[in-house]
Structures are given as C-alpha cells and as structure tokens.
C-alpha cells in the first residue's frame, strides 16, 4: 500500500514550472529520499502535499484520500518538520507540546502520554529549560518531536540537517531511523550521505523534473565502490584521524566517503 501517491503534478510560478508534470509513489513505513538542489521544486511539491499551494494540474493521494488546497482534511494524517522549526522561546518542551496537542483536539492525558515518549525519543526526557536556551540540534529534535504528536501517518521532513553540525546532523538520522517501520517519512535534502543512511527508496528532482526513481538496493547494486565509513563519537577524534592521515599523505577526498557513488548518480541524472 502506497501512503502518498502523485499523479502529474505541475506547479508554475510566473510562466517559469517549478513542478512539471511530474509523479511519484511512497510505499507505507519507508523512508523516501527526496534529492535536489536548492531551487528545484523539493519545497513546492511538499507545500502542494500539505495543501498549501493549489497545483495547476495533478493529484495528490495520502492514504487514498485527496488532498484539497486550502482546507484538506488529509493533514490530519501527516507531520512536519520544516528546515528550521519556530517555536516560543520562554516556553519549555513539555509546555510547548502540551500547547500543540491542546490545538488539534488531544486529551490532557494522550499530550502528557505522548510528550513524554517523544521527549524521551529525542533525548530531550531531561531539557527542563526554556527553549530560547536550546542549541540548534536541540531545537530540531524538538520540532521532530512536535511533528510526531499527532501519530502521523506520514511524516515529512524539509531540509531537517542542512543547518546542523555532524553530531546534529546523526542526533536527527538515529531518530529517523528509531521511527523507520512505523510512520512513512518523505525525508527532503541535497545531503547525499544521508540519504544513503536511511533511505529505502529515492527520487531526484531537477528543473521541477523527476530525473530518476529507485530503491536504494537497486542503485547499490548498479553503482556500488568499494569504501568504508568511520563515525566518531566526537568531533575531536575525527580531526585527530585526518592529521594524522594528512601527515602520512593518505587523506581521503572528504570525512563522509558514501559506499555507493550516489554524487556521481546525482549529478549524472541532474544535468
């Protein structure tokens, strides 16, 4: 079963497609890699998902339901997480959870229920401090965790580690990955090693054109280089390793060596 389906959406803004004519399937509890540049139609088609953009021409199903501009009914069953979430900065996580839940409908006891399973899902159990002092990663992982209230049956997530550091960026990637096989998640980025991470299956968008569709086994199989990856717990020891590396003149070309040429397929397909 598909949890979103889209069938020859196009979008034009002032003679110029940012969406042409394009369609594509999410199948239910995976995770979809959306890949493309900035500027190529990532944010439009998730603004016409939500209902908030009207399309020229196309459909757009989630969980077999239409989605109508303006006021759909189907954002009952979807998240979001924009690239960088707002929140009120006096407030603290529980007080804006609570906040959130109160305005769609939940009872007192399913918001401290539910705040306090997510809070502990984002490592933010023990944050008992106003939000206005929370680091970038902190603030992301809490939108993740207001995008989840509701239970959602699809979740959709903007650009979620583009502005984050290394350890953000992972932080947000585990949480991710704790939620694959339970929510549908449509993952947004021009991050390819994340993408590889935890995607199942991708699209790239170019041009407001969809350039290439496939599982993420698929394009193993088609591209795959031998390569290894190495985490670090800290940033500190991943320096220390490349000055070392550097001093012995054995540097790898980035920290991030992904283990499929995913940049070479991106860039392929981009053109």
Sequence with gaps: MNTLEIRNLTKTFGGRKAVDNISFAVPEN????FIGANGAGKTTTMKMILGLLDADHGEID??????RFGATKTNRLVGYLSDVPEFYNYMRPVDYLKLCGEIVGMSKSAIRKRSEELLTL????EA????????RGMKQ???????LLGEPKLLICDEPTSALDPIGRREVLD????IKGKTTVIFSTHILSDVERICDRVAVISGGKITLQ???SELKVQHKTKAMTIEFGREVDSDEVMRVLNENNFAPTNYETPTISIEDIFLGVAK
């Design 62 to 67: 989630v969980c077999g339901e239409r989605v």
């Design 175 to 178: 949480i991710l990955k704790q």
């Design 214 to 216: 496939k599982s993420m």
């Design 30 to 33: 995976c995770v979809f890699g």
């Design 141 to 147: 992982r809490l939108g993740m965790a207001q995008a």
């Design 128 to 135: 008992n401090k106003k939000i206005g002092g929370f680091s």
């Design 122 to 125: 984002v490592g933010l159990s």
